[in-house]
Nanobody, 121 residues
Framework: QVQLVESGGGLVQAGGSLRLSCAAS????????MGWFRQTPGKEREFVAA????????YYADSVKGRFTISRDNAKNTVYLQMNSLKPEDTAVYYC??????????????WGQGTQVTVSS
């Protein structure tokens, strides 16, 4: 079992920045690939970014490529999502996810409770 707790969401103006954090507890954090997903009302949860267990590989949705950066600190059991040049369409609940089966991009095994990000125009 892995427990995930997100923080760092909030309200920001378009063009601004936010950094989300996800603190993990439970089993060995460094054994898990980590990801971020987001969801808006009435829509399916969508993939945003992911990072391998070592941090050596990262993956991004086309909609955030060049604006968002995912990183991790295995010593702190934490994964981050730095979001720059935010747009109103980035408004969503952002979820942290963890997986050890190679499925972090699609159906991760573990989820956090989510943190709201609102971008005003």
């Amino acid at each position: 079992q892995v427990q995930l707790v997100e923080s760092g969401g909030g309200l920001v103006q378009a063009g601004g920045s936010l950094r989300l954090s996800c603190a993990a507890s439970g089993r060995t954090f460094s054994a898990y690939a980590m990801g971020w997903f987001r969801q808006t009302p009435g829509k399916e949860r969508e993939f945003v970014a992911a990072i391998s267990w070592s941090g050596g590989s990262t993956y991004y949705a086309d909609s955030v490529k060049g604006r968002f950066t995912i990183s991790r600190d295995n010593a702190k059991n934490t994964v981050y999502l730095q979001m720059n040049s935010l747009k109103p369409e980035d408004t969503a609940v952002y979820y942290c996810a963890a997986d050890h089966r190679g499925l972090v991009l699609t159906i991760p095994a573990y989820w956090g409770q989510g943190t709201q990000v609102t971008v005003s125009s």
